[in-house]
């Protein structure tokens, strides 16, 4: 049996509801902080009440919990477009790190919910069942790339996934989260389009570098 077009109509504007006070609490959250986001304010930016935001996440905590679910959801979805079965490693590796430096290039907002969750020791996420096994897939990922380089010789480090995993996300995460610092003392803006080709392709030299053992091997 099919839904009824008036159920179905409803269901729509629901999760289109949803979708649009995730966006709106996920700058907030990033800007403020989990402490200092107000849920009246992002009930004011949407135009609709506090009442209907409990409603649908039924406090300020699971409304956090679903902004940075989103939040890490997207970062998976962009690591799965890498194609393992089709790339040689040393091109899915590099392909990997650069995905991660243009997602993170481009949501910097993550970047903002990921230190405040850092500073509240990760408190949430590990009330979240959602992101307790969303960090599998890009280690399984990276696995893959890791077993293959082996068995090719690409790669001739014995690396381990997570290692691997933090060496792209440092570079990555780092280049965001702490360009005013960066700026203040070193008078240089890392962020600057000037500098994000080249930042680019070191990210994915240095991987590649690493796990090749005597420098980046050439691109194709």
Avoid: W
Avoid at 113 to 131: C, D, G, W
Avoid at 199 to 212: A, D, N, S
């Amino acid at each position: 049996m099919t839904s009824p077009p008036a159920t179905t109509e409803r269901q729509r504007d629901a999760d289109r509801t949803k979708a649009e006070i995730l966006e709106v609490a996920q700058r907030e959250f990033a800007r403020y902080g989990y402490a200092g986001a107000r849920v009246d304010e992002i009930a004011a930016r949407m135009r609709t009440t506090k009442r209907m935001i409990y409603y649908y996440f039924g406090s300020k905590e699971r409304l956090y919990i679903a902004v940075l679910e989103k939040a890490y959801a997207e970062v998976r979805e962009v690591e799965r477009t890498v194609d393992v079965e089709h790339l040689a490693p040393v091109e899915a590796i590099r392909t990997l790190a650069e995905l991660t430096f243009d997602h993170h290039d481009a949501h910097r907002e993550f970047i903002q919910l990921v230190a405040i969750e850092n500073i509240h020791q990760a408190e949430h996420i590990r009330k979240s069942e959602v992101l307790a096994n969303l960090g599998t897939p890009v280690l399984d990922l990276i696995s893959r790339i890791l077993d293959a380089g082996q068995e090719s010789g690409d790669f001739v480090t014995e690396a381990d996934a997570i290692d691997v995993h933090m060496m792209i996300s440092a570079f990555c995460f780092f280049r965001v989260a702490n360009q005013h610092t960066f700026g203040a003392l070193f008078g240089r803006d890392m962020t600057a389009a000037e500098h994000r080709a080249r930042q680019r392709r070191m990210v994915g030299e240095m991987i590649v570098g690493y796990l090749c053992g005597n420098g980046a091997a050439p691109r194709p």
